[in-house]
């Protein structure tokens, strides 16, 4: 069965601070990998993919996860946090011949900037 | 335009009563999800609709959770004899995709559901 981690339940850093959140998954076959956000008292939103092609994707606020198969992880990352990128984030991946394409989550990370 | 709305927000159950909670999706999108997620915890799925066929509801913990969507648009997650297990936030996600691990999911705010 497939199954994420979020190595880290909470992650404090201040501002501008480099940061990482960490993400490894089980499985022995092909999947789809995501990052999903969550501010406070709003939905999940999704912060970015991978699918196929290039093994380093990016968002459009700055963050940056690589697709690492032999090692199976997707970490996030970002150079340089604001005090708005406080957030839980979610990893996620979905079987590549999925006929549902059902996400399967990690237990999240709660990233704290602090000014 | 908007995006996946829930009803209630919030809900607060006594043990043993029953629970209704909708989902309206985007509008046009084939599939919608529900998930659980406990206290901090992650989503954990609980059913599949593409249009109004229960496609996948491996995930629902027990037969007093049932789900539909008969005209392939709003759903509705019922939860009978509520336990306190069940407290929890209840989403919904849609995708414009039938099927298929590609198609991003959308996700509404949630229902909090208490049972006392």
């Known amino acids: 069965a497939q199954s994420v981690t979020q190595l880290d339940s909470q992650v404090p850093v201040f501002e501008e601070a480099p940061v990482e959140l960490r993400c490894n998954y089980s499985?022995?076959?092909?999947?789809?990998l995501f990052w999903y956000v969550q501010y406070p008292n709003q939905g999940l939103q999704l912060l970015l993919k991978?699918?196929?092609?290039?093994?380093l994707v990016e968002s459009i606020n700055g963050f940056e996860a690589e697709f690492n198969k032999s090692q199976t992880s997707f970490h996030l990352r970002k150079p340089s946090v604001h005090i708005s990128d406080t957030a839980e984030y979610f990893c996620?991946?979905?079987?590549?011949?999925?006929?549902?394409?059902?996400?399967?989550f990690g237990q999240g990370t709660t990233l704290q900037v602090k000014p | 335009g908007a995006g996946v709305s829930q009803s209630p927000r919030y809900k607060v159950a006594k043990r043993g009563q029953d629970v209704a909670l909708r989902c309206d999706p985007i509008?046009?999108?084939?599939?919608l999800f529900w998930y659980q997620q406990a206290l901090g915890q992650g989503p954990e799925f609980l059913t599949y609709?593409?249009?109004?066929?229960?496609?996948?509801k491996s995930g629902l913990p027990s037969d007093r959770f049932f789900a539909e969507r008969p005209e392939g648009s709003v759903s509705t997650l019922k939860i009978q004899r509520t336990q306190q297990e069940d407290s929890a936030v209840y989403l919904c996600?849609?995708?414009?995709?039938?099927?298929?691990?590609?198609?991003?999911?959308?996700f509404g705010p949630g229902t909090r559901l208490t049972v006392l």
């Open positions: 996620a991946v979905s079987h590549g011949s999925s006929n549902t394409g059902k996400l399967i």
């Open positions: 609709f593409q249009n109004e066929a229960q496609l996948d």
């Open positions: 991978y699918l196929s092609g290039s093994t």
């Open positions: 996600a849609s995708s414009f995709q039938a099927g298929g691990s590609q198609s991003e999911q959308f």
């Open positions: 499985s022995s076959v092909s999947v789809y």
């Open positions: 509008s046009g999108h084939v599939s």
